[in-house]
């Protein structure tokens, strides 16, 4: 991989990716100009990079930030967004990563799993690791431990899916990972969206449910806003 210094990076899920604005077509040049990513890069007047993937876990995103930074590239800002908190990802016995969706095996999310070794992941997962508890710490350990690595390396700024998981009964209060970084700012996608939703396309698996490029518009706008106040700011701040 041939090392790069851009101005802005991108990491998340399909959020990020852009996920159906490639249409039925399945034309990928028009979702990587449509995407959030490359109108604020484009308005700006500034190189970009962006390295997300559909159906990302945070343990992916936050793996593949690493990578890129310590395969030499560099950028000025990252913008990390961090995908639902209970989903996680699992090596098989030939090392190929997989993603999990969310929820629980009864919520029929065992029907996005191709395999029967995944299907058992999830199953076993489901049945003996699954807590609240668990996901939160993932979570907020996570943005602890990319507010640290990134701090002397780029400005940064946290999205998130949809909503900031604070967890039942207002327990991150307690959660020892949030309390480090509660302080710094995540921003919250799907408000911002605005009902800005990709159509949903039947007997496809173009389902709904990502921005438009209406949506990506809103998104983009919102970003440029940070700039014409003077943030991002050091992730270490």
Same mark, same amino acid.
């Given at each position: 991989?041939?090392?790069?210094?851009?101005?802005?990076?991108?990491?998340?899920?399909?959020?990020?990716?852009?996920?159906?604005?490639?249409?039925?077509?399945?034309?990928?040049?028009?979702?990587?100009?449509?995407?959030?990513s490359?109108?604020?890069?484009?308005?700006?007047?500034?190189?970009?990079?962006?390295?997300?993937?559909?159906?990302?876990?945070n343990?992916?995103?936050?793996?593949?930030?690493?990578?890129?930074?310590e395969?030499?590239?560099?950028?000025?800002?990252?913008?990390?967004?961090?995908?639902?908190?209970?989903?996680?990802?699992?090596?098989?016995?030939?090392?190929?990563?997989?993603?999990?969706?969310?929820?629980?095996?009864?919520?029929?999310?065992?029907?996005?799993?191709?395999?029967?070794?995944?299907?058992?992941?999830?199953?076993?997962?489901?049945?003996?690791?699954?807590?609240?508890?668990?996901?939160?710490?993932? =979570?907020? #350990?996570? /943005?602890?431990?990319?507010? @640290? *690595?990134?701090?002397?390396?780029? !400005?940064?700024?946290f999205? +998130?899916?949809?909503k900031?998981? =604070?967890? #039942?009964? /207002?327990?991150?209060?307690? @959660? *020892?990972?949030?309390?480090?970084? !509660?302080?710094?700012?995540? +921003?919250?996608?799907?408000?911002?969206?605005? #009902?800005?939703l990709?159509?949903?396309? @039947?007997e496809?698996?173009?389902?709904?449910?990502?921005?438009?490029?209406?949506?990506?518009?809103?998104?983009?706008?919102?970003?440029l806003?940070?700039?014409?106040?003077?943030?991002?700011?050091?992730?270490?701040?």
């Amino acid at each position: 991989m041939n090392k790069m210094k851009v101005d802005l990076f991108f990491c998340g899920d399909s959020f990020t990716y852009g996920a159906e604005l490639q249409g039925l077509e399945e034309d990928h040049e028009k979702r990587e100009k449509q995407r959030f990513s490359t109108l604020v890069s484009d308005k700006l007047g500034m190189t970009h990079d962006n390295v997300s993937k559909n159906g990302a876990c945070n343990d992916w995103i936050v793996k593949t930030v690493v990578d890129w930074f310590e395969s030499g590239n560099e950028c000025h800002t990252a913008f990390i967004q961090f995908s639902g908190y209970r989903r996680w990802g699992w090596y098989d016995k030939k090392r190929k990563y997989h993603f999990m969706p969310e929820g629980r095996w009864d919520d029929a999310n065992h029907h996005y799993l191709k395999t029967e070794e995944q299907r058992n992941a999830f199953k076993t997962y489901d049945q003996l690791l699954y807590s609240e508890e668990t996901h939160l710490d993932n =979570y907020w #350990k996570n /943005k602890f431990f990319l507010v @640290n *690595y990134l701090k002397d390396k780029c !400005k940064v700024h946290f999205m +998130t899916l949809r909503k900031v998981p =604070y967890g #039942k009964d /207002k327990n991150y209060k307690t @959660n *020892y990972w949030y309390n480090l970084v !509660k302080n710094i700012e995540i +921003t919250e996608l799907s408000p911002l969206v605005d #009902k800005q939703l990709a159509p949903r396309l @039947n007997e496809t698996n173009l389902r709904g449910g990502h921005p438009s490029s209406q949506g990506h518009e809103q998104i983009a706008n919102y970003l440029l806003g940070l700039y014409s106040m003077g943030s991002p700011q050091n992730s270490g701040s």
